[in-house]
């Protein structure tokens, strides 16, 4: 009877003077939330019903490690239940022991609280531990789309787990199960391709970051995050000066259309893969006729993450904001407070990030606890929330373990994972054109390699490397695409970038173009100055095409007319335009995506070590303005269809 009275007091102050406790003394009975013999809900409901509002809503708040690195007591004064490192946002000493000192310490803040709840410390580990300089850095998931092979997937994952864990970090942002639909939008190479059907079956990438159900507690195991929920890969936004861009955008298809291209990949994400979080895209959804009606903020439709979410699907995780991204919904910030809250988002990414913004959590916290105060969001939406959250917290064993364990610290950025780097970029290539069956190269050939992404490790790797944006000169261990030629090669290796070496008779030629790195709407295709809606970053952007650069072009020409056969492989997070007449003078064209760290993986499959087996993840438009190109499209007419990809013995 005490128990059904003190849960439906649950919420009220007096349940928690009652029951507002301390740690049983040394040799009393551990409080049922503290004794892990407990079924999970019978330790949450214990825990919410001691817990006071303040206690609530700080574990429905994340803040960004630089908000709190200088003085962690932050977190335990505002009872902060996450923190996060955003994209390049890495401790001082960037190593594995530096990050699972830092995540302790922090650790160690959150469990000076009262109730001594532990702390969720989140990174996007999008293709690896990528922030951490000595993960192993995978080929981003656009390559692991065009392997087909969702085990080799799940074995990435699985690395990139343990070398999350190990480390400190708990919780990945990954995997996106965003489906590509506009190779403009900056984000295509985070999806794994264009049809939902190949998208999903790469949610093995689940199964390899939480393990099974009942695993999450292990050293090698994280919390998942499926994202962006939902249709960001289906965006434009018309800017309103005849502009566009993708990213962030406002859905461009019908609901019909949504439900197969948006809202299918969710489905087996929450029934098959048990997926523990979802993070909501910072798009919107319109579904009146023109698309120009009432565009709703993903972060703000209940009817999506409500309705459809939690309650068709039956999700049981909890719901994370993406960056500051309820600021985008209209009106005064407790209005997009309370429209988020409400429409069922559960933990909220508000960094501050000083200098970049005057407020972030810290206005947040104060926002909803006035919302609940005055009734515009209810106990019940916090309890549901919390609960969420607690629940995903005891699965991951963080009550007993809540300090990082170490077990397999030593393994982070091993041989054995380069090899499964190596293998991964190798079955990542794309083989599009091979006259006269020049591919595999011989060993024996004398070589001559030219292009900006040859000796790269910065491009190879991609956005999402080191930094937020990756970069040219963001060195990673591991090796370059001439690295892997020069070890692969017996005759003469000459390298020259922009091909202004002379050209040894007989040489066989490779020329490696490409993007350099970006992420986000930094890599959209057209569209204005800046990335995203004005009204929260206005943050100017590189202009990007989809085409090669002049230096590139001037290689493949210079290359291509001096050299016995001519290779280009074309590094980039999508497809890139090949104007006809530059075609015809190639013998053998590979889309070699972003590899990664372990660029000796493309000279695998360029001189035969292993065969080219990779396919199409997206189409391979002839020209930008084909874009948006899909394969199932009317009067579809590619360079290279979706799926297509010769195969070598
Ligand atoms: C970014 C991305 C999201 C990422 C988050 C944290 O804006 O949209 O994919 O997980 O912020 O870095």
């Not at 029951?19 to 825990?47: F, I, N």
């Not at 922030?131 to 080929?139: C, D, E, Q």
């Not at 990139?160 to 996106?176: D, L, V, Y």
């Not at 994400?269 to 319109?286: L, N, R």
Request: aromatic share 6%; with cysteine.
């Amino acid at each position: 009877m005490i128990r059904a009275v003190l849960a439906t007091l649950a919420g009220s102050a007096l349940a928690v003077t009652l029951l507002q406790p301390t740690s049983p003394a040394a040799g009393d009975e551990p409080l049922p939330y503290q004794d892990p013999t407990q079924p999970t809900d019978v330790r949450v409901a214990d825990l919410l019903g001691r817990m006071t509002l303040a206690e609530k809503i700080g574990q429905m708040t994340q803040a960004e490690r630089v908000d709190i690195d200088a003085d962690p007591s932050l977190i335990t004064e505002n009872r902060l239940g996450s923190v996060l490192s955003g994209g390049g946002s890495v401790p001082a000493d960037n190593t594995p022991e530096g990050w699972a000192d830092m995540v302790d310490r922090y650790q160690e803040a959150a469990l000076a609280t009262p109730l001594g709840i532990p702390l969720l410390y989140g990174v996007d580990s999008v293709h690896g531990h990528s922030n951490l300089l000595g993960a192993t850095v995978f080929p981003h998931n656009i390559g692991l789309g065009a392997t087909r092979d969702p085990a080799l997937v799940e074995e990435i994952a699985h690395i990139t787990a343990m070398e999350t864990r190990a480390t400190g970090p708990q919780w990945a942002f990954a995997p996106c199960v965003c489906v590509a639909r506009d190779d403009r939008w900056g984000r295509t190479y985070e999806s794994f391709g264009e049809t939902p059907r190949l998208v999903i079956s790469m949610e093995t990438a689940i199964d390899g970051l939480q393990g099974k159900p009942g695993q999450l507690d292990r050293p090698d195991r994280v919390l998942a995050s499926a994202k962006h929920f939902a249709g960001d890969g289906l965006t434009a936004w018309d800017t309103g000066e005849g502009d566009y861009t993708v990213d962030q955008g406002i859905s461009q298809v019908s609901r019909e259309e949504f439900e197969k291209l948006a809202l299918s990949p969710y489905v087996p994400a929450v029934k098959e893969h048990h997926v523990g979080s979802i993070m909501p895209s910072f798009s919107s959804v319109d579904w009146t006729e023109d698309g120009l009606g009432n565009p709703v903020k993903m972060h703000a439709s209940e009817e999506l993450i409500t309705g459809w979410l939690k309650g068709e699907q039956e999700f049981e995780g909890f719901v994370i904001s993406d960056w500051r991204a309820i600021r985008q919904i209209p009106g005064t910030y407790a209005e997009k407070v309370e429209a988020s809250v409400n429409a069922g988002v559960d933990m909220f990414m508000e960094p501050i990030q000083a200098p970049n913004n005057p407020t972030g959590w810290d206005e947040f916290i104060p926002t909803l606890t006035q919302l609940v105060e005055d009734g515009d969001v209810s106990m019940a939406r916090i309890d549901d929330a919390v609960s969420r959250i607690l629940t995903a917290k005891f699965e991951l064993g963080l009550f007993e373990n809540p300090m990082t364990d170490r077990t397999h610290l030593g393994k982070v950025g091993s041989k054995a994972h380069h090899q499964v780097a190596r293998r991964a970029a190798a079955q990542s290539q794309v083989l599009l054109r091979n006259k006269q069956g020049t591919l595999p190269l011989k060993a024996k050939q004398d070589v001559y390699v030219a292009g900006s992404n040859a000796d790269n490790i910065g491009n190879q790797a991609g956005g999402w490397t080191l930094t937020w944006q990756g970069g040219s000169t963001n060195v990673i261990p591991g090796t370059t695409i001439l690295d892997g030629i020069e070890k692969a090669a017996n005759g003469d290796v000459v390298f020259s970038e922009k091909a202004t070496k002379q050209v040894p008779r007989k040489s066989v030629g490779v020329v490696v173009v490409g993007e350099t790195p970006y992420a986000e709407g930094f890599g959209d295709v057209g569209g204005p100055q800046w990335a995203y809606d004005p009204g929260d970053n206005g943050v100017p952007r590189p202009e990007q095409t989809m085409e090669l650069s002049d230096a590139d072009t001037k290689a493949v020409e210079k290359v291509c007319a001096r050299t016995v056969s001519c290779t280009v492989l074309v590094v980039s997070g999508r497809p890139m335009v090949i104007p006809p007449a530059l075609l015809r003078q190639t013998d053998a064209l590979v889309a070699s995506w972003l590899p990664g760290s372990e660029g000796a993986g493309v000279a695998d499959v360029l001189y035969g070590r292993r065969p080219f087996t990779g396919k199409l993840p997206v189409t391979w438009p002839r020209t930008v303005d084909q874009e948006p190109i899909n394969v199932g499209d009317a009067d579809y007419d590619p360079l290279y269809p979706y799926g297509f990809g010769l195969r070598t013995r």
